[in-house]
Antibody
Framework: EVQLVESGGGLVQPGGSLRLSCAAS????????MSWVRQAPGKGLEWVSG????????YSADSVKGRFTISRDNSKNTLYLQMSSLRVEDTAIYYC???????????????WGQGTLVTVSS | EIVLTQSPATLSLSPGERATLSCRAS??????LAWYQQKPGQAPRLLIY???NRATGIPARFSGSGSGTDFTLTISSLEPEDFAVYYC??????????FGGGTKVEI
């Protein structure tokens, strides 16, 4: 059974930093691209960042470029999102999502975690 | 940047009725389009990928069509559990992904 379990969310002040983790199990982690998707309270879905299966290529939305860094440790079956220079508008539930296409770059998501809430507030 | 526009924002229907949801891309995305269903307090669930392929375990009443810039998700006969928010999502050639704004299907 595929499982994705996010952790690391919490309350942080504007300008602060936070690192999210996503522990994956139940599939061959190093064969799939992975992504982070967020959802602000009462709003729609926003793709944040994606990373290729081996970690050699990363992709990010313009809204987080230069502030967020996605990475993975295939030896630990774990996906990360390092967030810095956080803004109030980054407040959201952050979901870890497994790519379904089995290609190197992110495409669509067949499994999702339950999410971790990040609140940016003073 | 490719923008996805979903319409209508809200669709008010009754169980047993047919639902037709639209997703329009600002430029061609070929068939690189997926649809998701999200219920309150839950993570999204994949329904359709490659514009028309049902994901594993998705009932046959859900179908997707379209290519290029115009796509449709059809629910042939609404069940009570189908009332939710639906999102389309695309992949660009340069690796960026994007979601549409969503359509809420309500009773």
């Amino acid at each position: 059974e595929v499982q994705l379990v996010e952790s690391g969310g919490g309350l942080v002040q504007p300008g602060g930093s936070l690192r999210l983790s996503c522990a994956a199990s139940g599939f061959n982690f190093n064969s799939y691209a992975m992504s982070w998707v967020r959802q602000a309270p009462g709003k729609g879905l926003e793709w944040v960042s994606g990373i290729s299966d081996r970690g050699g290529r990363t992709y990010s939305a313009d809204s987080v470029k230069g502030r967020f860094t996605i990475s993975r440790d295939n030896s630990k079956n774990t996906l990360y999102l390092q967030m810095s220079s956080l803004r109030v508008e980054d407040t959201a539930i952050y979901y870890c999502a497994k790519d379904g296409a089995g290609i190197a770059a992110p495409y669509y998501f067949d499994y999702w975690g339950q999410g971790t809430l990040v609140t940016v507030s003073s | 940047e490719i923008v996805l526009t979903q319409s209508p924002a809200t669709l008010s229907l009754s169980p047993g009725e047919r639902a037709t949801l639209s997703c329009r891309a600002s430029q061609s995305v070929s068939s690189y389009l997926a649809w998701y269903q999200q219920k309150p307090g839950q993570a999204p669930r994949l329904l359709i990928y490659d514009a028309s392929n049902r994901a594993t375990g998705i009932p046959a009443r859900f179908s997707g069509s379209g290519s290029g810039t115009d796509f449709t998700l059809t629910i042939s006969s609404l069940e009570p559990e189908d009332f939710a928010v639906y999102y389309c999502q695309q992949r660009s050639n340069w690796g960026a992904l994007a979601f549409g704004g969503g359509t809420k299907v309500e009773i």
